[in-house]
């Protein structure tokens, strides 16, 4: 199985990419294709509708999109053994973050009117294969001159142009993904560590005060070594995280978690 | 190293309905201006793409693109620092905050070479042959007008770029002397190959490539009539030009004068 990661920020052109390389690989290859987003997204059913493949949507909500799909990548492998090619399209947002994983191919879409290539983090810096979209909209001379700027914060990539709107160069991305090394059985890394999540806004605090974000913080802990942090779902919370907030707000009780339900009996 | 051009093939491919294409072979030799002309949709574009990638039968088309009468090897085709090609697109806006002059040397260092203060001389002389209103080193890209920034493009491909095949899709080509810019473009034995409409550019090359249905259809060799004919509209819109920094200047325009060079 190849796992390929496709992030970008939001109008870069990632899902236009993905729907002509989706084109390409469907008939050689059995594919699966995960969404994710923050808050809400129709790309799964437009891919799913267009393409007649299996799709799956992912919203982060309140979680970092990046951690949620740390997170959630596990149970797609698991759940897709028989496929050949698993596509995955984050959220891209904050670009603190790349959600690549080491023994995938990471691909970064980025739009040449999108701002200075060293602004990006290692969303751009850990990609291995950099798509430059919309080039059709500046001249050739700054196109070099980006693509310059990209391979000075990423000197391993390998750049390719595209165009969202007529798929060109997407044949570039096709044979890079069928080059791909094959998932084995066994770990996975990231590519990037996640930020630190420490403090009491982590835990939902929103009024910005020392103390509330010190006791927040402090109540947000006692609880996370309460619950199990696998993310089960069993709560009727996507993970252990978001229940915890929703504890903390008085949205939910405690005893909503069987396992802390179990360790109290 | 530096890879001679002497000329490019384009093998037939497949159109639009998967049918082959009905020619053998289309040689481009050093020096030549070749139009590319067809409807809307009709595969111009794809045809530029399939040179511009150096295709080798694996994009839509199926066409293979010889150089020298050889395939080309993989490197060559995604090095961008031995690219052989250089384009101008359609869009021919600048979008970068900087001085024309800052702006140049920039583009030398992405191409891999020393900055060079007599060449960005050179290239902005030389734009300022196209245009009608002169381009200074210290201008804000931004700030140029559209005859200025084509202008500037052109001079560039031509003098930085400085790749041997130029491609050239459906430039917007108000406010610049076309004949110039060719002459600028297709120097030294360049191959230029450009999409256009336009009577100047599409007759003021040696032949023309017809698309249809996402094939090429047809190959027509430009004739002298059809070169006057082109010569005479540029003519027409450089003296168009003239007028314009006339009324720019705030003068009073009320005569024609009529004279226009023959075709050298």
Redesign the interface.
Same mark, same amino acid.
């Not at chain 1, 080039?135 to 700054?142: C, P, R, V, W």
């Given at each position: 199985m190849k796992f390929v990661i496709f992030a970008g920020t939001p109008g870069s052109g990632k899902t236009s990419v993905i729907k002509y390389a989706i084109q390409e690989l469907k008939t050689d290859f059995k594919l699966f294709f995960a969404k994710f987003d923050c808050l809400n997204t129709k790309d799964d059913q437009f891919i799913s509708e267009r393409y007649k493949i299996p799709v799956v949507k992912k919203l982060a909500g309140e979680l970092c999109p990046d951690h949620y799909t740390a997170l959630e990548i596990p149970k797609i492998i698991k759940e897709n053994r028989d496929k050949d090619i698993i596509i995955l399209e984050t959220a891209g947002l904050c670009l603190r973050c790349s959600p690549y994983i080491k023994e995938g191919l990471g691909i970064n879409v980025l739009d040449v009117?999108s701002g200075s290539p060293d602004c990006y983090g290692p969303i751009l810096t850990q990609a291995d294969i950099v798509a430059v979209s919309k080039?059709?909209?500046?001249?050739?001379?700054?196109r070099?001159?980006f693509?310059?700027n990209i391979l000075s914060v990423n000197s391993q990539a390998?750049?390719v142009e595209v165009n969202g709107l007529?798929g060109?160069?997407v044949?570039?991305i096709v044979e890079a993904i069928k080059a791909s090394p094959e998932i084995k059985t066994g770990k996975l890394t990231l590519k990037h560590s996640m930020p630190s999540a420490i403090c009491g806004y982590c835990y939902g605090n929103k009024t910005i005060d020392e103390t509330a974000v010190q006791q927040r913080y402090l109540k947000g802990k006692e609880l996370k070594n309460l619950v199990p942090n696998l993310n089960c779902g069993k709560c009727g919370f996507k993970s252990c995280n978001e229940f915890i907030r929703a504890v903390l707000d008085g949205k939910a009780k405690k005893e909503q978690c069987l396992f802390i339900k179990q360790e109290k009996n | 190293m530096k890879t001679e051009i002497e000329k490019i093939t384009i093998l037939p491919g497949v159109n639009k309905f998967e049918e082959k294409e009905k020619f053998e072979r289309i040689e481009i030799k050093k020096g030549e201006i070749v139009a590319i002309v067809g409807q809307t949709g009709a595969g111009k574009?794809q045809l530029l793409?399939d040179i511009e990638?150096l295709a080798q039968g694996?994009?839509k088309s199926k066409r293979v693109i010889l150089i020298n009468d050889k395939r080309v090897d993989k490197k060559l085709r995604?090095d961008?620092k031995r690219k052989l090609i250089?384009? /101008?697109?359609?869009?021919?806006?600048? /979008?970068?905050d900087i001085s024309v002059k800052d702006?140049l040397s920039?583009?030398l260092?992405?191409?891999g070479k020393r900055f060079n203060p007599k060449l960005i001389k050179e290239v902005i002389e030389e734009a300022n042959e196209i245009t009608g209103e002169p381009i200074s080193p210290e201008m804000n890209l931004l700030n140029l007008s559209g005859g200025q920034s084509r202008a500037l493009?052109i001079s560039?491909?031509a003098n930085?770029?400085i790749s041997p095949i130029i491609l050239i899709d459906e430039i917007e080509n108000a406010g610049i002397d076309k004949e110039k810019a060719m002459q600028i473009l297709a120097e030294e034995g360049k191959i230029v190959l450009i999409v256009t409409h336009d009577p100047v550019l599409a007759f003021n090359t040696d032949k023309r490539i017809v698309v249809k249905n996402g094939g090429i259809v047809k190959i027509l060799k430009t004739t002298l009539k059809e070169k006057g004919i082109g010569h005479y509209f540029n003519w027409v819109g450089n003296y168009g030009l003239e007028i314009r920094e006339k009324i720019r200047g705030g003068e009073k325009v009320e005569k024609v004068e009529i004279f226009c060079e023959p075709v050298k």
């Open positions: 009117i080039g059709d909209l500046i001249s050739q001379a700054e070099e001159i693509r310059d390998k750049l007529t060109e160069g044949i570039d | 574009s793409y990638r694996d994009t995604f961008p250089a384009s /101008l697109a359609q869009s021919m806006n600048f /979008l970068t702006f920039l583009h260092k992405a191409r493009m560039d491909v930085v770029s």
